[in-house]
């Protein structure tokens, strides 16, 4: 029997076992590094941050298990789908976000599936750099306006109080961004929300009564599809966010090679890209059945990862286990909630700011050439479309922005001639 690959270089490897304190607080910094991001996407959204832990535990778990405990990666809340959460929650509810959770997953699903039988290269054909590059940008842009709105307005009364809150709690997150070594500078996002929290305190804007009234203990709030659940088909939620699902899995392949060369190992071979797809795709539709948003494996986790040299996959599940746990705090649960708009207004801008500039990173590159005019016509389309929030509209059928400026991207892609005939 083959001996199993050891990395030397490490604290400890994915299958050693920590002492059962060094477990627990190796765990805590992998919750405490994911909390920021995963429960921030709920109160965006409109969704109980409980929930949004549960899924995020449960969600880790599932992966773990689909890719046999090879993998120490945390999955935690996507980004990637808050501006079409928001329009459906305002349009449709908790049903129709559910559903569009639980499609993403099963577009995770069919693609494991093709991958396995054809291989990955048809993923780069479809979304090349010059389509996900300014489809990531629209996700980050997408919301600019309404959280400059969330900065400014109180009850739709201009608030120069919030704009001041706002204002301190980007100040304070930039210098943790900046200044901050070690474990401290991979939780700059969570310290910008304490520090704005208090001073949104002393400006006398947080609403604690909820906090006080809320139970210890309280079972999360699953609005679905448990709860007053009328199954009706949301086919225009499914076409929302599905398309999405396509531009996360270009983050899922990053996340891999960063792990492969952190861990010295192939996942790619090992357990097989085929699975590690899978295995997201169903944590997907977990979070979906739950009424959690979408779930994606999580760059800030690999950064503690790097800096602690501690890869066990027993240190990730133990963090999946505590956020689980903490999902049942209701105190926990009710804190989040009195969080106020210009505090996660202060932290989103810079949040959807790196998204953005995440897309023209890729751009940048891979030498993307404007000079072309195919190159030049994809990106701009694909931008005004995405962030103009242009929408289609067949009766109970929605398409809207980012998902049409994806479809519109990987069509054109298709398209276009390489070189337009005023170039030849």
């Known amino acids: 029997m083959e001996?199993?690959?050891?990395?030397?270089?490490?604290?400890?490897?994915?299958?050693?076992?920590?002492?059962?304190?060094?477990?627990?607080?190796?765990?805590?910094?992998?919750?405490?590094?994911?909390?920021?991001?995963?429960?921030?996407?709920?109160?965006?959204?409109?969704?109980?941050?409980?929930?949004?832990?549960?899924s995020s535990g449960i969600g880790t778990l599932v992966h773990m298990a689909i890719t046999k405990g090879k993998i120490p990666a945390y999955l935690g809340s996507s980004?990637?789908?808050?501006?079409?959460?928001?329009?459906?929650?305002?349009?449709?509810?908790?049903?129709?976000?559910?559903?569009?959770?639980?499609?993403?997953?099963?577009?995770?699903?069919?693609?494991?599936?093709?991958?396995?039988?054809?291989?990955?290269?048809?993923?780069?054909?479809?979304?090349?750099?010059?389509?996900v590059g300014p489809v990531i940008m629209v996700i980050g842009l997408g919301l600019a306006a309404n959280t400059a709105n969330q900065a400014m307005y109180d009850h739709n009364v201009y608030s120069p109080k919030f704009i001041v809150v706002a204002l301190i709690t980007l100040a304070v997150t930039l210098f943790f961004n900046?200044?901050?070594?070690?474990?401290?500078?991979?939780?700059?996002?969570?310290?910008?929300?304490?520090?704005?929290?208090?001073?949104?305190?002393?400006?006398?804007?947080?609403?604690?009564?909820?906090?006080?009234?809320?139970?210890?203990?309280?079972?999360?709030?699953?609005?679905v599809p448990y709860v007053n659940y009328h199954p009706t088909l949301h086919l225009g939620a499914i076409l929302t966010m599905a398309p999405i699902a396509f531009v996360t899995m270009t983050e899922h392949l990053g996340h891999l090679m960063v792990l492969n060369k952190l861990t010295k190992r192939d996942f790619f071979k090992d357990p097989g890209l085929s699975r590690t797809i899978m295995g997201d795709g169903v944590a997907q539709m977990t979070a979906g059945l739950i009424g959690g948003p979408p779930v994606t494996t999580y760059g800030e986790n690999i950064g503690v990862l790097a800096i602690t040299r501690v890869h066990s996959v027993y240190v990730i599940g133990g963090a999946a286990v505590l956020a689980i746990l903490l999902g049942f705090v209701g105190k926990i649960t009710a804190l989040i909630h009195s969080i106020p708009n210009p505090v996660i207004a202060g932290v989103s801008f810079i949040l959807f700011g790196v998204i953005a500039s995440s897309g023209l990173k890729i751009i940048v590159d891979n030498k993307i050439d404007f000079d072309k005019k195919r190159n030049l016509l994809i990106v701009s389309v694909i931008l005004v479309v995405g962030i103009g929030g242009l929408t289609f509209n067949f009766g109970a059928l929605a398409l809207e922005g980012m998902a049409l400026a994806t479809?519109?991207?990987?069509?054109?892609?298709?398209?276009?001639?390489?070189?337009?005939k005023s170039e030849e």
């Open 407 to 420: 479809i519109f991207g990987v069509l054109m892609n298709a398209i276009l001639p390489q070189v337009a």
């Open 3 to 54: 001996q199993e690959f050891r990395n030397e270089e490490v604290v400890l490897d994915i299958h050693d076992k920590p002492q059962p304190l060094q477990w627990l607080g190796l765990s805590l910094q992998h919750l405490f590094t994911m909390f920021g991001a995963t429960v921030l996407v709920p109160i965006l959204v409109g969704i109980d941050p409980g929930i949004a832990l549960l």
């Open 178 to 223: 900046m200044y901050l070594k070690g474990f401290l500078g991979l939780i700059p996002i969570l310290l910008g929300i304490i520090v704005g929290y208090v001073v949104a305190l002393a400006f006398g804007i947080v609403d604690v009564e909820p906090i006080k009234q809320a139970a210890w203990l309280s079972l999360p709030n699953f609005e």
């Open 79 to 131: 980004f990637a789908y808050i501006t079409a959460m928001k329009l459906l929650n305002q349009s449709s509810g908790y049903e129709a976000i559910a559903q569009g959770a639980i499609a993403t997953g099963l577009i995770y699903v069919i693609v494991s599936l093709l991958v396995k039988k054809f291989g990955a290269n048809w993923i780069d054909k479809i979304l090349p750099p010059v389509v």
